[in-house]
């Protein structure tokens, strides 16, 4: 085995979590040699490597090779870039939730376009290493497809044991890649054990998640990278060269991710890079929430899910094992943090959001992972001066039917057969685009002086349906516009320079062409009991700003107008 010649450290070490005994690495070993156990953790000459670590990462590429000397295996020839992917700010949702530092970490630009690229790089070309010419193993769907990618690259066969649940997308793309494929109609805890069973009987090479160690070591690459990302984006913290975010956000389903996470996090620390440990938040869906039950309840372990109620295939771990115990452990040892459930619904709704608001379309899995942000910043966990980082993954093609619903294309046909391409009928094709945009929407006019303001309101509602929006930055065009344009609905702010909002909704009401308007008023202000007073009978709802969400503000909104 190849150990490292060539770098001034100590090679790779394997230690198990259980007798705390150290053997060299390999990918081959499985088991402690002294008690047998199945956990075994790679460690590193870290007192050596933190110093120098800086200095080596400068001239590097932006990829996870970067990090070699706290890899078990060097940069392989099979690399596809994997890793090295952006940190996208969202101040939109941002604004929305009341936080300025949110950020994607945005996996969908990896090869096969989810996480699991590092976790199939690394472990890879540890088994190529290792001389492994057969593997197995079992996916919820992104893992199978990681893997089919980068054994097409090195030459090895592999078995994937895809749960039915597995969207037929994703399975063709398995397939693609030349993996065999094997569908078993059994939930994922079950398809995991006949593929362990394949394995074993066929003398076959098991790729094992969070037992694997070179699994492990390729998702703590996304901590590193976090962490070189927000230091190049915010500066240093006072206390440490590199920042950590306050929140780690990821879905979980085996928990590899936040367990790899959770361990590159703590290695940065013990080398002295930074100063403290980012909280992790796992969000599972509920119909299919082993962790976020067990957490609740204060259980060191999780009970199994043994029939998960989920269309969400890659979040369908229904037995999370001994992950969840170490997550468990070594948040309350250090990081801190929770675990929460959301439905697949409040999913889909939050990945139409996302997209809609910053232009980034994810995966039902990962938008399971944003609707536990929208839940946490809700429920006040998250702080408005806050750094959080979510964990984004693609593969969207599969769902976009069920998001979008009906009518998401507006069809043009042009009148058929022109002589020639040349001499397009003029006026059929005019009349044609005008069908385009015949539809008459609802009109909103927002008025506030704060441009930011409006603009949040603006995409709040653009997020969820089809508005003509007008705005007024102040009390005079606001009287002016609701004459002109006649809006179905008026989002009025109170406090306003030189005309007030109450002044504004007297005014309105004085006038026959717009007493009819309904209107929301939207304060920062506590009002006193005159001021209540004074709004009583003149408005329909009123909402306190900074904590009203999208969705209460969109449901007042559609309340209104039909
Ligand atoms: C694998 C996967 C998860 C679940 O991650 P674990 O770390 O295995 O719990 C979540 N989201 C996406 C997109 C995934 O591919
Ligand atoms: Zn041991």
């Known amino acids: 085995m190849p150990t490292r010649t060539g770098t001034p450290f100590s090679p790779v070490q394997l230690q198990c979590i259980d007798c705390q005994c150290t053997t060299a690495y390999s990918p081959l070993t499985r088991t402690c040699p002294q008690c047998g156990g199945e956990w075994l953790e790679a460690v590193y000459d ?121 969207p037929a997308e994703k399975m063709r793309e398995v397939a693609l890649y030349g993996t065999q494929v094997v569908k078993v109609t059994a939930s994922y805890d079950q398809t995991r054990q006949v593929a362990a069973e394949f394995a074993r009987q066929r003398g076959l090479f098991l790729e094992s998640g969070s037992r694997s160690p070179a699994s492990v070591e390729a998702m703590k690459t ?14 240093p913290p006072d206390d440490a060269p590199m920042r950590t975010p ?41 119909g299919c929430a082993p962790m976020v039950q067990a957490w609740k309840q204060g259980q060191p372990t999780a009970d199994p899910v043994t029939s998960p109620r989920t269309n969400i295939a890659t979040l369908s771990t229904g037995n999370p094992g001994r992950t969840y115990t170490l997550l468990v452990e070594r948040m309350a040892a250090g990081s801190g943090g929770t675990f929460e459930s959301v439905s697949d619904d ?7 959001i996302l997209a809609k608001m910053e232009g980034i379309s994810v995966e039902p899995a990962t938008a399971v992972a944003v609707a536990g942000l929208i ?13 959080i980082v979510v964990n984004c993954s693609g593969h969207t093609v599969s769902i976009e039917g069920e998001v979008l619903g009906e009518g998401w294309a507006r069809s043009l046909v042009l009148p058929s057969q022109p002589p020639s391409p040349a001499a397009l009928p003029q006026e059929g094709l005019l009349a044609a685009l005008s069908r385009v945009t015949a539809g008459r ?44 344009e006649s809006p179905d609905l008026i989002i009025l702010d109170l406090m306003m320079p030189e005309m007030d909002g109450f002044t504004v909704l007297d005014q309105l009401k004085a006038d026959a062409r717009t007493a009819h308007i309904p209107v929301i008023v939207v304060t920062a202000k506590d009002l006193t009991p005159e001021e209540k007073e004074r709004l009583k009978g003149q408005i329909h709802s009123l909402l306190q700003k900074g904590e009203f969400m999208n969705d209460e503000l969109f449901d007042e909104v559609r309340a209104l107008i039909k």
Not at 263 to 284: C, D, H, N, V, Y
Not at 346 to 352: C, G, K, L, T, Y
Not at 375 to 387: C, F
Not at 442 to 471: K, N, S
Request: aromatic share 8%; hydrophobic share 45%.
């Open 222 to 235: 996304i901590a590193y990278e976090i962490a070189e990302q927000l230091t190049a984006l915010l500066g």
């Open 246 to 286: 306050n929140w780690y956000i990821q879905s979980v389903s085996g928990g590899l991710g936040p367990l790899g996470v959770q361990k590159g996090f703590s290695e940065l620390q013990k080398m002295g890079l930074t100063g403290r440990m980012p909280a992790m938040a796992g969000i599972q869906v509920s």
């Open 375 to 387: 839940r946490l910043a809700r429920s006040g966990q998250l702080k408005p001066s806050d750094v």
């Open 346 to 352: 409040a999913a889909f709704r939050a990945m139409h």
């Open 441 to 484: 929407y609802p009109r909103v006019a927002i008025v506030d002086d704060m441009p930011d303001a409006r603009r949040l309101i603006r995409r709040i509602l653009q997020a969820q349906g089809d508005y003509t929006i007008f705005e007024a930055a102040s009390g005079q065009e606001a009287l002016e516009l609701a004459r002109r």
């Open 46 to 166: 870290f007192d050596r490597i933190g110093p120098v670590l800086p200095g080596l990462l400068g001239s590097r590429p932006f990829d996870l090779w970067r990090y070699e000397e706290l890899l078990p295996v060097s940069r392989p020839a099979l690399s596809m870039g994997e890793g090295g992917t952006p940190l996208i700010h969202a101040p939109n949702l941002g604004m929305m939730l009341g936080c300025q530092h949110i950020y994607f970490k945005d996996e969908r630009q990896g090869p096969t376009s989810s996480f699991k690229d590092r976790q199939a790089a690394v472990g890879v070309a540890a088994m190529k290493e290792a001389g492994v010419t057969e593997a197995v193993l079992a996916s919820t769907g992104n893992v199978a497809i990681a893997y089919s990618a980068y054994a097409a690259r090195a030459g090895i066969k592999l078995w994937a044991f895809l749960t039915s649940l597995v």
